[in-house]
């Protein structure tokens, strides 16, 4: 068997070469592992607005909370149903909302009407017990919005991102109407924090939604309770209405957008790669070329075609994994980025977040090596067929 330590030493002698096919393949890698990352954060990011023991209550049909409509009056109906945890106070945890979307300006958009950035926001309708439903959210800065009042209170992630979303400024919430920033919350990381908060009254007024909720939230006494409440709210036929669990909904809410970052990743990783594995390639052909002596040495002192074979293949492979661990290991970086990206399902804008995780810079690095495989086979395959009279005559 031919020492590792000879393959090494051949790719730190052709250091320009080496460098750019490394380079190259780790410029791969950190594509596909950002695109993989960027998925995973959209799922992580929604899955976290959703709990297994809540439910959320839709109208039958509806896909997304802006294409549903129940009437008020069914709330406390819905609220009544088996399985529901109380709080303190003896008052089922649970709210109805109202969703829907303002158009807003970008902080960065220029002062010329016609050429501003105008992007779409989530805005929520929330009565005074919301906090006690969601837990998760506390205010950083600032205080609670006042109920009655045309007060809001913003996710910490479109805070400054777009014109009036800022502690202390206002917003046009509807035309001659405002709404005053007096609060910034976080949420655990979940796109609830990039939504706009607002008095559900006020936004029904301001957007002709009275009698009606977008949808209903309410807290279970465990998650065993489901199928019961389910069952029972489902079955009434004056309802109208279909059961979910809160996390499967927003899980389901992320598929369309996680789907086509992780498809566009790999579509350009895909034409990235093959410029990459021809790098390879040129650079392993270089080196057969340079080695024709090496080679003709190697058959002469009774190295069999398959061992050579195999050690050109290996030091394609670990040129290539080590440019792969290089473009996993600068992926890593970018669990640090945010981005704000349009969600599919509601046409509003979302910020998330790179998620690194093990599986995706492990898969990455492996994805390096088999292009260093592939990139490297027909070169290692030229080197074992070489003569080795004719390799000593070069």
Known sequence: ???????????????????????????VVFVLASSQM?????????????????????????????????????????????????????????????????????????????AAQVSNVQLRGVPDNVMAVRPQVRITQGRPAKPGTDEV???????????????????ELKKNRRGQVVGIFEAGGSSFESEVWADIETVRSSFGREGIVSSITAQLEGATRFDAFKGAIESDKQLNVQVLRERDYFEKQSENTADLVRYLGIGIVFFFSIGAMIGAMITMYG????????????????????????SFLLEAILLATLGGAIGALASIGMGLVEVSMMNMQTWSEIVFSFEPSPPILIGAVVTGG?????????????????SPVDAMRA
Request: glycine content about 14%.
């Open 370 to 386: 088999v292009m260093g495989l592939v990139g490297g086979f027909l070169p290692a395959l030229r080197a074992a067929r070489t």
């Open 1 to 27: 068997m031919i020492p590792v330590s000879y393959n090494v030493r051949s790719l730190t002698v052709r250091r320009a070469t080496t460098l750019a096919t490394g380079l190259g393949i780790a410029l």
């Open 287 to 310: 080196a057969v070329s340079a080695r024709q002596r090496e080679i003709g040495t190697l058959r002469a002192l009774g190295f069999s075609r398959t061992t050579i074979l195999s």
């Open 153 to 171: 209170i913003i996710g910490r992630r479109i805070a400054g991102e777009f014109k009036g979303l800022a502690l202390g400024q206002s917003f």
């Open 38 to 114: 960027l998925a995973r954060g959209i799922e992580r990011t929604m899955g976290l607005s959703g709990s297994v023991d809540k439910v959320i209550v839709m109208r039958k049909g509806a896909d997304a909370e802006m294409s549903s409509a129940i009437e008020t009056r069914f709330v406390n109906l819905v609220l009544a149903g088996p399985g529901i945890k109380r709080g303190g106070d003896g008052q089922p945890l649970g709210v109805g909302e109202v969703q829907l979307v303002v158009a807003l300006e970008r902080a960065d958009a220029p002062d010329d009407r016609e």
